[in-house]
Every structure is written in C-alpha cells, then in structure tokens.
Nanobody, 125 residues
C-alpha cells in the first residue's frame, strides 16, 4: 500500500505560479512511478504529468508542456509539480498518483494504483 498526501494548492492569478507537493509513505518510493492528474468540475480526470521511479523519464500532457515541470526527490519521498504561467482553464482539483511499478505507465487513470485526496488549484482571470 502507498499513502499519498498532496499540498500546495490555492488561489492564484492568471500568469502566476504554484508548486504542488505530494509526500508518499508505505513503500520504497523509487519503486513507484508517479503522476499528477487533474479534474475540473463536470469533466473527467485527466493526466497532467508523470515521472518514472528514478526520475529519469518524464512525460507531459500537450496542454502543459513548457509550463509545468514534474520532479521527485526520492530521499524525501516527495514528488512535485511546478506550475508556471497558469491559466484559468487550469482550475481543477489536482491529484497525486502512484503506479505499482517504477516504469512509466500509460498516461491514464487506470495506469495508477494509488491516489491522494487531491488539492484545489484555482486560477483567477
């Protein structure tokens, strides 16, 4: 089992930045590829970014490439999502997720076995 706790969400103006953090416990952290997803009201949960267990491989949704950066600190059991140049359409609940393997899974909800409770990000225009 893996337990995930996100933090760092909040209210920010368009063009601003936020950094989300997710602390994991329960397994050797490097054994899990990690991902960030988001879900806006009335929409399905969608993939945002992912990283392999070592952090050597990352993958982004096209909509966030060049603005968001995923990183991990395996010594601190933490994965981060740095979000720059935020837009109102980025408003959503952001979820941290862990795969059951260290290899990048498909960028879909079913590719991840463990989920955090989510943190709200609101971008005002």
């Amino acid at each position: 089992q893996v337990q995930l706790v996100e933090s760092g969400g909040g209210l920010v103006q368009a063009g601003g930045s936020l950094r989300l953090s997710c602390i994991a416990s329960g397994r050797t952290f490097s054994s899990n590829a990690m991902g960030w997803f988001r879900q806006a009201p009335g929409k399905e949960r969608e993939f945002v970014a992912g990283t392999s267990g070592s952090g050597g491989t990352t993958y982004y949704a096209d909509s966030v490439k060049g603005r968001f950066t995923i990183s991990r600190d395996n010594a601190q059991n933490t994965v981060y999502l740095q979000m720059n140049s935020l837009k109102p359409e980025n408003t959503a609940v952001y979820y941290c997720a862990a795969s059951s393997t260290p290899y990048m899974p498909a960028p879909v909800v079913a590719g991840y076995a463990y989920w955090g409770q989510g943190t709200q990000v609101t971008v005002s225009s």
